[in-house]
């Protein structure tokens, strides 16, 4: 059962910048580069959104929508996915761009996540639902 949904959509993010076959082409220094440039917008869109830290695990609903349909959906969301959730994560050394809203992207803070997909040529975004959940699943695993 849920507690509390937050939401936030992240404008004309370009998707050549995040998906998983492009990143993997670039050179290492511009790789990391382009990383925290994008870590940062999702912090900005983040502040706009006015998010605050979940204290429960959360379960997260995406929803891709492209300017096109060019990219292959698994390329898109293996790269936007990881580089959203290290900008939601804590803020930590390795980490310097982290907002605070996720308690982490562990297996005890991630329950799991939801991927849909839209075209629209003239607003291509990222809708970001985030949904705090009351109970810990994990725990039963731990035994």
Same mark, same amino acid.
């Not at 994560?89 to 980490?95: A, D």
């Given at each position: 059962m849920a507690t509390r949904s937050q939401f +936030? @959509?992240? #404008?004309?993010?370009?998707p050549r910048l995040y998906a998983l076959n492009e990143t993997l082409r670039m050179h290492p220094q511009v790789r990391? =580069?382009?990383?925290?440039t +994008?870590?940062?917008f999702i912090g900005w869109? @983040?502040?706009? $959104? &006015? +998010?605050v830290k979940c204290q429960a695990p959360v379960w997260i609903d995406y929803l891709w929508v492209m300017p096109d349909a060019r990219r292959d959906k698994s390329? @898109? @969301? $293996?790269? !936007?996915r990881k580089i959203i959730e290290d900008a939601l !994560? #804590?803020?930590?050394? =390795?980490?310097p761009q982290g907002m605070?809203? +996720? =308690? &982490?992207? !562990?297996?005890?803070?991630?329950?799991?996540?939801t991927d849909r997909f839209d075209i629209d040529k003239?607003?291509?975004r990222i809708e970001v639902s985030i949904t705090e959940m009351e109970v810990e699943w994990q725990s039963e695993h731990e035994k």
């Open positions: +936030l @959509v992240i #404008p004309h993010m370009e990391n =580069r382009n990383k925290k +994008l870590e940062e869109q @983040v502040k706009l $959104a &006015g +998010l390329n @898109v @969301v $293996a790269g !936007g !994560g #804590p803020q930590t050394k =390795r980490n605070n809203i +996720l =308690r &982490g992207d !562990g297996w005890n803070d991630i329950v799991g996540w003239e607003s291509p």
